[in-house]
């Protein structure tokens, strides 16, 4: 039976019934902030690509992180700028690293905010690569050292999550055992599990100093064409002990959060990268679209492709829209 009996419309014709039948909904503890902290004190950076973003410096974090909770928001992602970069990292992994002091300030000063980690070591490498560079590409298993030793350096500090963003193989394995041996077996692994060599982490690179000074990442992140193979990375970060997966970028992406969804039953996130975000702030500053407008479509349409909650630099934003 079809027209005229049937009429979509009918439930669509006010706000009331639109409400009554929504699908997706959004809610600020299902955002999550990055954030970037730099060493010093008083610092509120701007970064020139990403409107409303800046490096901070802990002191400017705590307020920050205060707001948000305030806010409802479900946590923040924290990225370090070190003093110095080297070729092994070291910056990623010292007990009294910009990042691990951040996150001693904020569980001091802020109770009850989620605070999760990026694993990763291009922000700390003097090449801007994620790992140890040998013969011109970034060995796997030496950088698998780094990462461990990283993770547990963020769980001692007390973060909540660590999120290894770095796509090694075996780096959610090398976590876990080092979290484990360490005494840190509830500390969950968020793990960057499908992340694509993507332009659009342009910006974040600005924010993050982190572009790599010779050649380009995609010899350990995936590439865009291939969606199947994201399906194998997920499963293999799951067999591994991977308690939460993200794909990265989002929007351009929806369709592996989708086919995610289908298939895993773990939490996913997705992350709406710098590029996502600067995009829609340029198209807003110069009113080609509705800035509110788009920061909330773009985020239902994250949430309804199968995301359980979304890693965006919209988060503060987004909660004052659906307050
Ligand atoms: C670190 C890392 C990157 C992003 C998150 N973690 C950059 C990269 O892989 O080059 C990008 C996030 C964004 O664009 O917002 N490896």
Not at 38 to 52: D, L, N, V, Y
Not at 74 to 100: H, M, R, T
Not at 285 to 301: A, N, Y
């Amino acid at each position: 039976m079809a027209f005229p009996v049937q009429r979509p419309r009918r439930l669509r014709s006010t706000e009331a019934i639109r409400k009554l039948v929504r699908e997706t909904q959004l809610a600020p503890s299902q955002f999550i902030l990055p954030l970037f902290i730099c060493p010093g004190e008083g610092i509120r950076r701007e970064i020139g690509s990403m409107p409303g973003n800046a490096q901070l410096s802990i002191d400017k974090l705590i307020n920050e992180a205060e707001e948000c909770r305030q806010l409802g928001i479900g946590g923040l992602i924290l990225f370090g700028i070190p003093e110095e970069k080297d070729e092994l990292a070291s910056g990623a992994y010292a007990s009294d690293g910009i990042v691990q002091r951040a996150v001693r300030a904020l569980k001091q000063n802020v109770k009850g905010l989620l605070i999760m980690t990026d694993v990763c070591n291009c922000e700390y490498t003097s090449h801007g690569h994620c790992g140890l560079v040998k013969n011109g590409d970034v060995d796997n298993d030496e950088t698998l050292h780094w990462l461990a030793k990283t993770a547990v350096s963020h769980a001692e500090a007390g973060a909540d999550v660590v999120a290894p963003s770095d796509m090694m193989d075996g780096r959610v394995d090398a976590i876990r055992n080092a979290l484990d041996r360490a005494g840190f077996v509830n500390t969950p692994i968020l793990s960057y599990a499908a992340k694509y060599a993507s332009v659009f982490y342009g910006p974040f690179r600005e924010a993050a100093e982190s572009a790599p000074q010779f050649g380009d990442r995609r010899s350990y992140q995936m590439d865009p064409s291939n969606a199947r193979e994201a399906l194998r990375e997920i499963t293999l970060d799951l067999e591994e002990g991977a308690d939460m997966i993200m794909i990265k970028p989002a929007m351009p992406y929806l369709d592996i959060i989708r086919e995610a969804r289908m298939q895993f039953d773990v939490p996913i996130g997705a992350y709406q990268v710098s590029g996502e975000f600067s995009m829609i702030m340029a198209a807003g500053e110069k009113g080609w679209l509705d800035l509110d407008r788009t920061v909330i479509e773009s985020l239902t349409s994250i949430r309804r492709a199968g995301a359980d909650f979304t890693l965006t630099y919209f988060a503060k934003r987004a909660a004052k829209l659906l307050a």
